[in-house]
DNA sequence: CGATTAGTTCATTTTTAATTGAACTATACG
DNA sequence: CGTATAGTTCAATTAAAAATGAACTAATCG
């Protein structure tokens, strides 16, 4: 019976149009635009959000809001403020362009391309217990070929990493 | 009334495992699957193949066949083989891991990244015609960070790039 | 403890994107 | 020419992904 009278602030037309540069910027990324709004209105906030913050200012669903911030937070991208205040938490983005990079290729890059070595190794083997009218050099080429594809890829993030380091 | 017996062959368990490796692959770049189901035949065939091997073999529509080729052809990831055998087309891919990188950037990022671009632009000056209680440093500094990511990003592609040349 | 607020989960709905298929244009061959 | 084959286009359908919202758990405070 009290009142924290939340008037639910609209956006401002700058706030808008910061958020939609995220939802543009995931969208290449291949990860969902509420991704983006959350991250984006985050990152143009000069305070610490809450969920309900996120909620009231995007007009999304709690869901969604919990559901984001999870995803942002194991990527690295977002963070729980470390002003406690109480039960309810606060949440600030990571700024670095490193650190972004990193868990977005730790997270999301990472995992396929270890899948796709499992895959590599089973064609190989395929390969190899072709008979023998079968198993062409041509197979083994190709095979060889997605190997130095995928050697380089562990070669080059890596390396993109560092240089965004500075 | 004649026969080109195009009798339908299925494909064998390790073209299929082959096509699902390059599904995977282009899901991580964000296009659609059939991209990859078509890059990876083609990539696996010995010979160039037709549009209608493709929509036999991989059981997919026409329509899909020509939209894809289309896109890949954009990408520089399959070319028309110069074999000219009548008014028939036979696509072969391109398995040159740089050319397939280059065009990916230069038609899936680079696009992207200029409208950011302009998008900023507009941000700029949206914060430069804050009355002067509002523009604050905060958000000058935000832009000037996105600023700093986009020239990031534009040393970085073309590095990459050179990289994987060799 | 019991009430209140914060946050999570996940089955359903909604939205978005991809695929189809039928009608079309273009080209080659007799 | 006229007919058959190759390929394109795009409105309609289907499939995939994301968002919702209601029911849940967890934690705080009185």
Redesign the pocket.
């Known amino acids: 019976?009290?009142g924290?009278e939340q008037k639910r602030q609209a956006l401002t037309d700058f706030e808008v149009t910061v958020v939609d540069f995220f939802c543009d910027g995931v969208k290449v990324l291949g990860?969902?635009?509420?991704i983006g709004e959350i991250y984006g209105l985050l990152f143009i906030s000069q305070e610490p959000l809450?969920?309900?913050d996120l909620v009231q200012k995007l007009?999304?669903?709690?869901?969604?809001a919990?559901?984001?911030?999870?995803l942002l937070k194991n990527l690295g991208a977002v963070r729980e403020s470390s002003e406690v205040t109480?039960?309810?938490?606060f949440y600030e983005p990571d700024v670095e362009l490193k650190q972004l990079v990193s868990g977005f290729i730790k997270e999301q890059v990472m995992p396929h391309l270890q899948s796709g070595e499992q895959k590599l190794t089973r064609l190989r083997t395929m390969v190899e217990q072709m008979p023998g009218d079968m198993r062409s050099d041509f197979y083994m080429g190709r095979i060889q070929r997605l190997d130095r594809w995928t050697k380089r890829a562990r070669i080059v993030l890596p390396l993109l990493q560092k240089f965004l380091g500075r």
Chains 1, 2 share one sequence.
């Not at 007009?59 to 969604?64: A, F, N, R, V």
């Not at 109480?86 to 938490?89: E, L, T, V």
């Open positions: 019976m009290t924290g990860l969902p635009k509420s809450a969920l309900d007009e999304i669903s709690k869901g969604s919990s559901q984001g911030l999870r109480g039960r309810k938490s």
